[in-house]
């Protein structure tokens, strides 16, 4: 793959990976602010909620009817209805006072509380209601007069106390003989209900608590109730302080121009704990996304690396192989043309120089076939003991013959080190890391054997640089070579520290290499 096409790529993959963060930031974002509007709808709706449980409880406490009995006399109902009105106290016990009134001085007269009340209204016009003072039944008539009284609208809207219902009813007295009924407001029904301009905050608190674990919403909230004075009622005033957000209440229970406020803080806890899911979710599907891109990115970077380390392979391969071919060739040409005296020493010449062509290529064949069966159980190792002494003297008197300009330095403890290994395979190992030291090392190479309790070290050192560190790692791959571009200055196929490698491991060894002032390679063998 071209570079100019492999940068695109990677650009394309961030650029996809961006996007892909982008949007789940943003999807987030708009999950928090959704939930968050959410949840103060949820607020005031249990605001709204335990608002009419309150007044529903105080409608049931707080209000009463009296049914008439058509029959009964309408001096005696109007005494009656006196006792009953002074027995209701609005600024201390209200209804409760009722309930000193014997059941005597209120016959003809039936009082109803809480929704009974309300619900009164609905008896069946054939309904017969017992009265109190005679053992016969006595119907009531189910025509609500209440509507031909000229002031029951207002009388729906605007509630009146005490003071007015007894004006009203003196009223009533006396119109008694421009009536054909003068009663009749009152022979239906009369319902009695007491209002509060003031909360009970405490309860409404409780309610409203309720309400929130019901919705499962726990969070830190201040109530506050202004009445139409603008008389304030504060419950934890404290967060009422330190609170960002607030709701009112809706509801039309409420007393006229008076307004219930809700403050809060700390909603965010609460907002992801319900959003917590979808965050993880999308966490995971934008993790797996990127993981795969990022995966993809490494298989084609790893394809581009062993597309460059083919074509490295085939170039070295081509000139390692076209050099001794052309020799060869060249040798037998010789013979041919150029020895037309059949000259001996000259014929020698030629067919040595053939000879010693042919085994160098018979040896780069054979390295490549052995490189093919180093990854399988198909190389089979002869161990036998070998003195490690002799044989990296022996190697190292070697390459200090091949290579005169490098200096050579054998250090050991003196003691004869004795392992159990393949020596041919050993030897070539070995021999493919001192090569590596004269091809690519400096002038000055030491080798070192060491013995440990378990293991026996050997080291080779040499001082040259051309090595990094992210080399480093990559060397011990087969067909690897360090990039110098299209050059071939060293020869090799990137064989030789791959076969010495899996060499040293099929003997249960280890292998590794350091790169600081000097490039050192350590070999790890064990005894046995």
Known sequence: MKNRNYLILIYFISGVILVTLSIQFYWNIKNYETERLRLIDELQASLDNAVDSYYTVLAKNNTL??????????????????????????????????????????????????????????????????????????????????KQYKGF??????????????????????????????????????????????????????LLNVELLRRDIDIAKSLEFINSKDVKQI??????????????????????????????????????????????????????????????????????????????????????FKTPIATISVALEGIKNFNTENDPIKTDKYVNTSTNQLDKLTMMVEKLLETATLDGDELALNKEPVIVNNLLNNLITKHQTL??????????????????ADAFHLENALNNLLDNAVKYGGDSIVVGLFATKNTCQIKVSDSGKTLIKAE?????????????????????????????KKIIEKHGGSISVAVNDKTTFKIELPYA
Request: hydrophobic fraction near 35%.
């Open 472 to 500: 480093a790692k990559q060397i011990f791959e087969k067909f690897y070579r360090v990039p110098k571009g299209n050059t071939h200055d060293v020869k090799g196929f990137g064989i030789g520290l791959y076969y010495t």
């Open 235 to 320: 419950v934890s005033p404290d967060i009422k302080r330190r609170s960002g957000l607030h709701t009112y209440s809706t509801s039309s229970f409420l007393p006229k121009d008076s307004s219930l406020n809700l403050y809060f803080t700390d909603i965010k806890t609460t907002i992801f704990k319900r959003i917590i899911g979808g965050i993880i979710l999308s966490s995971v599907l934008m993790s797996a996304v990127i993981a795969c891109l990022i995966f993809l990115l490494k298989i084609i970077n790893r394809q581009k690396q062993l597309a460059e380390v083919k074509n490295d392979l085939i170039s070295n391969i081509t000139h390692e």
């Open 153 to 206: 609208d207002s009388l729906k809207s605007n509630p009146i106390g005490p003071k007015e219902f007894q004006k009203l009813i003196n009223s009533g007295r006396k119109t008694q003989s421009d009536s054909l009924n003068p009663w009749a407001v009152f022979t239906s029904k009369i319902v009695v209900s007491i209002t509060e301009d003031t909360l009970q905050l405490e309860k409404m608190d409780s």
């Open 65 to 146: 009817s009296l049914l008439i009995d058509n029959n009964s006399q309408k001096a005696s109902t109007t005494q009656k209805i006196d006792s009953i009105l002074k027995r209701i106290d609005l600024s201390s016990q209200g209804f409760k006072g009722l309930d000193s009134i014997k059941p005597g001085k209120i016959k003809s007269i039936h009082i109803l509380k809480g929704l009974d009340s309300l619900r009164s209204d609905e008896i069946p016009h054939t309904s017969k209601l017992k009265s109190t003072d005679s053992t016969e039944s006595s119907s009531v008539n189910p025509i609500s007069f209440l």
């Open 403 to 420: 290579a005169p300009q490098k200096h050579f330095s054998f250090e050991d403890s003196g003691d004869a080190i004795e392992v159990f």
